[in-house]
């Protein structure tokens, strides 16, 4: 059964960091693209990171660049989003999802319905 499950989520201070994981089962995360998606109360879910399958190709939506980083670890069939200088504007939850793209090294996939598996989200809360 193929599954992955988000974790890493809290509550922080703005200006605080965290790192959110996505941990896969039952597939080999290698061979799969990944993206972190996020959806706050009353707004729809948008897109944070992508993250080719070979980690060699990563995007970033406007907001979060030069403070979020994504990552992969193969070898642990992880994925990582590191979350620095969070704002208020960051509270959300936050959903990690993968799309097959074996062959396709350096592609990513920005837009939800891409995207085949879903995670159960992790709840990110900033505030003082």
């Known amino acids: 059964q193929l599954q992955l499950v988000e974790s890493g989520g809290g509550l922080v201070q703005p200006g605080g960091s965290l790192r959110l994981s996505c941990s896969a089962s039952g597939f080999t995360l290698a061979y799969y693209a990944i993206g972190w998606f996020r959806q706050a109360p009353g707004k729809e879910r948008e897109g944070v990171s992508f993250?080719?399958?070979?980690?060699?190709?990563?995007n970033y939506t406007d907001s979060v660049k030069g403070r979020f980083t994504i990552s992969r670890d193969n070898a642990k069939n992880t994925v990582y989003l590191q979350m620095n200088s969070l704002k208020s504007d960051d509270t959300a939850v936050y959903y990690c999802?993968?799309?097959?793209?074996?062959?396709?090294?350096?592609?990513?996939?920005?837009?939800?319905?891409?995207?085949?598996?879903w995670g159960q989200g992790t709840q990110v809360t900033v505030s003082s």
């Open positions: 993250i080719s399958s070979s980690g060699g190709n990563s």
């Open positions: 999802a993968a799309v097959e793209s074996l062959g396709f090294g350096l592609l990513v996939f920005r837009r939800d319905y891409e995207y085949d598996y």
